[in-house]
């Protein structure tokens, strides 16, 4: 790790650890209490002693910048693994509905694991579920920063998992990995540690000889070339390590860096020693909650714009009316993602619609006030406000 990525780490006060299933869990399936208190002992460690040298910076004062108490989110699979053996299911079933119900009973266990193993550590420690609606919608975005804030606030750990008990197919993240880095840009992180049973980055397949540890990723361009495995070893979670880089990527991209790297050297990651593969920041820390839309949603639909919605929107930085659209694709509803598209078919946003698939024909090329008097005051207002969209690629001309 070089000297600027090992400042970073060390200094981050924000962070936001998570750990997948397979460093959770036995080989059938159920928690191992070893491994959570293996990990609780790392990330106590890291509080306290950032609570010790944050005293002792207050009392002697003088030079040199002021080290904060260093505050702890987990994001933490587990849930569906955990409920396996109590239902007697020998394997992560495949349909929803099973998965559902695994993740009720297994959550229970996981919240009471960490909740016991901290309190050796007199820690307190927040449950916090949460969909796609609470990463992108104005509302829940808002809730669920506070909620976050409020328990790092008072000392507590919030273990963050996706609410796989209510969760469907269409509002799904898709894995913890892009989870964690939703949440890191949700809570303004300042580092993102992300855990598995692999010690980081390869470049090919780390059980073959010839291959090597990839050390940093500066940009996408370091990744040009690298096989990056898609499966798991202990065959319990749904990530792996392409999901790892994508959630690193994301992360980074929003200004917060990345170290990936295995559970077992979690200390020495958060002490920026050298592990794992570390991802240079590609972008800067922005305060848009639709990093989701952009990243992580699944278009239930598209429109197709005209020239000049295709200029309002992308350039002019404009909602999108019902004027400037010309087609529509898909069986969507009123809040769901949809992509914005030109002409030529190219995605060049996503954002959230403000009425139904069938409500779309009557609007198509009209104007809001033509609109307004025909159907009523509910129909005075953009198809996708500006607030819920995100550009995609930009447009030359």
């Known amino acids: 790790m070089t000297a600027v990525a090992r400042q970073y780490v060390t200094e981050a006060r924000r962070i936001v650890v998570k750990v997948g299933s397979s460093s959770l869990t036995t080989a059938s399936g159920g928690l191992d209490a070893d491994r959570v208190d293996a990990l609780v002992d790392v990330l106590a460690k890291v509080r306290s002693e950032s609570r010790g040298a944050a005293r002792r910076a207050s009392v002697e004062g003088g030079g040199g910048r002021r080290v904060g108490e260093k505050e702890i989110v987990l994001v933490s699979s587990g849930a569906i693994a955990a409920g396996l053996a109590p239902l007697g299911l020998a394997r992560r079933p495949k349909d929803l509905a099973r998965q559902q119900a695994a993740a009720s009973v297994g959550q229970g ?145 929003a200004g917060i860096p990345v170290v990936l790297t295995s559970a077992s050297r979690a200390a ?91 409500e779309m024909p009557q609007l198509l090329g009209r104007s809001t006030r033509e609109l307004a008097k025909e159907l009523g005051p509910a129909y005075e207002r953009e198809v996708v406000h500006r607030d819920d969209l995100v550009v995609l690629q930009p447009q030359n001309g």
């Not at 580092?191 to 598995?196: D, K, Q, T």
């Not at 305060?287 to 598209?302: D, E, I, K, V």
């Open 268 to 358: 020495d990651a958060l002490a920026g020693r050298d592990t794992g593969t570390y991802f240079r920041r590609t972008g800067r820390r922005s305060a848009n909650r639709l990093l989701w839309l952009a990243h992580a949603s699944t278009p239930q639909g598209a429109l197709l714009l005209d020239e000049g919605a295709v200029r309002a929107v992308v350039q002019g930085k404009k909602s999108l009316l019902p004027a400037g659209i010309a087609g529509f694709e898909g069986d969507f509803a009123a809040g769901d993602p949809v992509e914005l598209r030109d002409a030529a078919g190219r995605a060049v946003a996503r954002g959230l619609v403000n009425f139904d698939a069938k």
């Open 109 to 253: 266990l996981l919240v009471a694991r960490y909740t016991a193993s901290f309190a050796r550590y007199g820690v307190r420690v927040g449950q916090v579920l949460l969909t796609t609606d609470d990463t992108s919608r104005r509302a829940h975005y808002r809730n669920a920063y506070r909620t976050l804030d409020q328990l790092l606030a008072m000392g507590a750990v919030p273990v963050v998992n996706e609410n796989d008990t209510v969760a469907t197919d269409e509002i799904r993240f898709g894995d913890n990995d892009r989870l964690a880095a939703l949440v890191a840009h949700l809570v303004r992180a300042d580092l993102l540690v992300l855990l598995s049973d692999v010690d980081g980055l390869y470049d090919g397949d780390p059980s073959k000889p010839g291959t090597s540890r990839i050390e940093e990723v500066r940009g996408p361009e370091d990744l040009e070339g690298v096989e990056i495995g898609s499966a798991g070893k202990a065959g319990v979670g749904t990530g792996g390590m392409v999901t790892k880089v994508e959630a690193a990527r994301i992360a980074a991209a």
